[in-house]
């Protein structure tokens, strides 16, 4: 089974920075796709951002509207790690960050239906 753990959630001020990780076992990231979507209770688990790779040290990334300008996804093959790096938080970014793995492309990048493996998530709060 793979397995996908989240950290570097916690609780900041509005206009704090965050740097969220996503540590991979069982496959490597460079294998698959991975994504971020964050939840909040009462709606639908929302699209924050996504990165894939379309050849060999060719990478293509996707956010958000909501935070495009502001996060940033990556990764670091080598230590098997996904990152979301959070800046300009506002309060409505506040949610349980859950990170994804599986194939996905332009088309499906959006949809929770794409990936195959999920994390448990890590709670990011930010205070006004």
């Known amino acids: 089974q793979v397995q996908l753990v989240e950290s570097g959630g916690g609780l900041v001020q509005a206009g704090d920075s965050l740097r969220l990780s996503c540590a991979a076992s069982?496959?490597?990231?460079?294998?698959?796709?991975m994504g971020w979507f964050r939840q909040v209770p009462g709606k639908e688990r929302e699209f924050v951002a996504a990165i894939s790779r379309t050849g060999r040290n060719l990478y293509y990334a996707y956010y958000a509207d909501s935070v495009k300008g502001r996060f940033t996804i990556s990764r670091d093959d080598a230590k098997n790690t996904v990152y979301l790096q959070m800046n300009s938080l506002k309060p409505e970014d506040t949610a349980v960050y859950v990170c994804?793995?599986?194939?996905?492309?332009?088309?499906?990048?959006?949809?929770?239906?794409?990936?195959?493996?999920w994390g448990q998530g890590t709670q990011v709060t930010v205070s006004s």
């Open positions: 069982g496959r490597t990231v460079s294998s698959s796709g």
């Open positions: 994804a793995a599986g194939e996905l492309n332009t088309y499906s990048y959006r949809s929770t239906r794409t990936y195959d493996y």
